[in-house]
């Protein structure tokens, strides 16, 4: 793992009669992958061009290059649109962009949050000081024990949501989504404020190597200042796996996974600092 850096971004792009869309998703397209939990947004718009040359530049590192855009390239893109503010992101911007929104909540706001890994440690430190701000958190992480098959360790899930808990006082409330052989692969921000909601989704694990241009990340956030469809069906899958609603069974309470090993925690340590990891 010394050294390992991967094209860790799931993006689909295609032109649609007049309209190009684009699909942000957490979603591999792998069989292995196909009863994994995840999330996606399907943008149809000016989204493209971003996305169009943020691929361009990995196909020229890489030594070769993209078709010709599908549409004629506007440079005058950076134009809001006028509902919703949409922002395509990359590697460190989607870590630059997380933790400025998680610092701008203040007293009664929420942040829900549901991941495949947490493990980064200036979002972990930032969660426990909006927490002290009253900020209403919660998230849902996979338990880090099925990986294809194989028996993982619960590293790095289960020391940070220990760290989390006892950090935060207990304010900081954690569920997990109780896998049988598949993942909980989605990655997923939900912030609510008095005046706007942010959603931020992608491909990006919340650890350092997915956030500290390590890997190759592509997310996109959207904030909106009135209630918007995509923000109501993120909102309500999100409770519906946090509250196991309509009779279904998703998530199981902290205590099921509950993990207090020091040992543990020192090798998430010194994996997440040195990047000797698979997360």
């Known amino acids: 793992m010394l050294n390992f850096k991967a094209n860790h971004r799931k993006v689909f792009m295609a032109d649609q009669q007049k309209n190009i869309a684009v699909i942000i998703t957490s979603g591999n397209p792998h069989d292995g992958s196909s009863a994994h939990s995840n999330v996606a947004l399907k943008i149809t718009g000016k989204l493209w061009q971003d996305v169009y040359g943020a691929e361009a530049a990995v196909a020229k590192l890489s030594g070769s290059e993209l078709q010709g855009p599908l549409q004629r390239l506007d440079k005058n893109i950076r134009l809001e649109a006028v509902h ?25 706001d929420e942040i829900n949050m549901a991941l495949f890994y ?84 992608g491909s990006a694990n919340f650890t350092r190597r997915n956030l500290n241009n390590y890997n190759l990340e592509a997310n996109v956030s959207v904030t909106v200042k009135e209630d918007a469809l995509f923000i109501k069906e993120a909102t309500d899958y999100f409770d519906m796996i946090w509250d196991n609603r309509d009779s ?18 020192i090798v998430y340590l010194i994996q997440e600092y040195a990047g000797l990891s698979s997360f």
């Open 118 to 201: 947490l493990a980064d440690r200036q979002i972990i430190k930032e969660l426990v000081n909006a927490s002290v701000r009253g900020v209403h958190i919660k998230v849902i992480l996979d338990p880090n024990k099925d990986a294809f098959g194989f028996e993982k360790t619960g590293i790095p899930n289960r020391p940070v949501a220990e760290e989390l808990i006892k950090r935060s006082k207990s304010k900081i409330e954690v569920r997990w989504y109780d896998t049988h052989g598949e993942q909980f692969h989605s990655k997923l921000a939900i912030i609510k404020q008095v005046e706007q909601t942010s959603l931020l989704l």
């Open 84 to 108: 919703a503010k949409i922002v395509f992101l990359t590697e460190n911007q989607i870590k630059k962009k997380l933790l400025a929104l998680i610092r701008e909540t203040t007293a009664n």
């Open 248 to 265: 279904k069974y998703y998530t199981v309470s902290y205590e099921a996974y509950k993990d207090e090993s020091a040992l543990k925690r």
